[in-house]
């Protein structure tokens, strides 16, 4: 493979005269110019562009560390990204993170900046390494603090704490809860909302009540069985959208009625296509704004890619919403 070299002494000329070329520069003769991009056809050269977006450190690509690239949350949450970091003129590289592949190591140089998504997706070895090469770095769905790193999160307290309190208000007395993963931080603040709504209404917490799910179906939907056969429960907050329609999968072949007997309260507002039977109920749930999520990502991250000497917050904070429907 010709080489950039071969092209400047086919063409009489220095390197750095071939590269003003490759670079559109105008401080080159016209016959100069001729002469190399003569050469360049004759060799069939082909420019390394890597090699020249790392002399420029400008690739036009963003570089995405994500915890999942399928299921119904991170899915969406692709989609978004990829949509509107191509409309800002930008390429994007997807990275699911991985035991075995170090993606931190492998995307600099590549990209001119990075979005990490999802609270197992980085520690503070990788953010050294990031900040050492100067890549720009935003955190999302992430708790992992670190020096002029922006997190951008969801106010996950706020939302167990409304999902709860909306069941209280509707009657209900024993709310039992399906927590995520105990590593999650969103799944904590959850459970602490829920905790906190329990304690403003006067209602004791009963830890018996509290279930795991780890996020998953098939995990909440066995122990939401055995929870209503031990414990009188009269409302049900999933810490996630999956989670609550397995509660209410157990509950209709329990044959008990949602939301007149026990009512449910999920969280995120995904789009769960296929999950819900023609007799099931629309869910009521806590909207968490992805889309909002993903635009303030790229937003910061684009901001600090144009302006690196400027200072941003440590954390931009979301608010989330009750939906309304019929579980509850």
């Not at 100069?32 to 400008?58: E, Q, S």
């Not at 770095?137 to 922006?150: I, K």
């Not at 993903?294 to 931009?316: G, H, M, Q, R």
Request: neutral net charge.
């Amino acid at each position: 493979m010709p080489s950039i070299e071969d092209v400047a002494k086919k063409a009489g000329v220095s390197k750095a005269t071939v590269s003003r070329v490759l670079n559109n520069s105008a401080n080159v003769s016209e016959k100069k110019r001729k002469a190399v991009l003569d050469a360049i056809k004759a060799l069939n050269y082909t420019p390394n562009v890597t090699a020249k977006n790392l002399a420029k450190r400008k690739t036009d690509t963003i570089g995405i560390i994500i915890q999942s690239l399928g299921g119904w949350f991170y899915g969406e949450v692709v989609y978004l990204l990829n949509n509107y970091i191509s409309k800002q003129g930008y390429g994007a590289i997807f990275c699911q993170i991985s035991d075995n592949i170090d993606y931190f190591r492998f995307l600099v140089g590549r990209v001119d900046g990075i979005i990490v998504f999802g609270y197992k997706t980085i520690n503070r070895e990788s953010l050294r390494l990031l900040k050492a090469n100067n890549v720009p770095v935003v955190l999302a769905e992430n708790n992992t603090e670190y020096s002029d790193v922006p997190r951008i999160n969801v106010n996950n307290f706020q939302g167990g704490y409304i999902a709860t309190k909306y069941l209280i208000d509707r009657g209900c007395k024993k709310i039992a809860h399906i927590l995520g993963p105990s590593e999650s931080f969103e799944s904590l603040a959850r459970f602490e909302g829920y905790k906190m709504a329990l304690s403003d209404a006067g209602i004791e917490f009963d830890p018996r009540l509290c279930i795991e799910g780890d996020f998953m179906f098939q995990k909440a939907y066995e122990n939401v069985k055995k929870i209503v056969l031990a414990q009188e429960v009269d409302g049900i907050f999933a810490s996630n959208d999956l989670m609550a329609y397995a509660s209410i999968y157990a509950l209709n072949e329990m044959d008990i009625e949602v939301p007149q007997q026990v009512k449910v309260v999920g969280f995120d507002d995904v789009d769960i296509f296929g999950l819900r039977l023609s007799k099931m109920p629309k869910l009521t749930t806590v909207r968490q704004p992805i889309d909002l999520m993903v635009k303030t990502a790229c937003d910061v991250l684009f901001d600090k890619i144009n302006n690196p000497e400027k200072k941003f917050e440590s954390e931009y904070v979301l608010d989330t919403q009750l939906v309304v429907r019929e579980s509850a």
